[in-house]
């Protein structure tokens, strides 16, 4: 449970993020990007994928291209209900899923399932890193 609220809040970094690096993007306050971060979490668990799946032949003609235009719709989707987030168009939709995707990422591989920080020490043992 810990590590879901971390993560929750690692979105909501990465939804900021975005919007203070891209003009079509707005978000109103904090608030704003926690409930939208929330928004987007649900609208990803339930409805992505099933659009995967039912896109599936069009994602495999586009080597998984067509994926970023489903990222992009998930995001507009979320605009649409928080009314203090707000995306610019498509284009942006896609940007903006790509940059809170890439700092998601980053943020979210350094959390462990219990929610702390993991960290990987390897050592040079016999000429061989362990």
Do not use: C
Request: aromatic share 10%; net charge positive.
């Amino acid at each position: 449970m810990k590590g879901l609220l971390i993560r929750w809040l690692m979105l909501t970094v990465a939804i900021l993020a975005a919007a203070y690096l891209l003009p079509g993007i707005e978000v109103a306050g904090i608030f704003s990007a926690f409930f939208a971060a929330a928004i987007l979490g649900i609208l990803n668990a339930l409805l992505r994928p099933l659009l995967l799946l039912l896109t599936l032949p069009l994602n495999i003609l586009t080597l998984g291209l067509f994926t970023f235009v489903i990222n992009a719709l998930m995001l507009m989707m979320a605009s649409g209900v928080i009314a203090g987030f707000h995306v610019g168009g498509f284009w942006y939709a896609v940007l903006g899923s790509l940059v809170i995707g890439l700092i998601s990422w980053l943020l979210t591989s350094l959390i462990n399932d219990q929610g702390k920080m993991e960290v990987i020490t390897l050592r040079q043992h016999r000429g061989r890193w362990q």
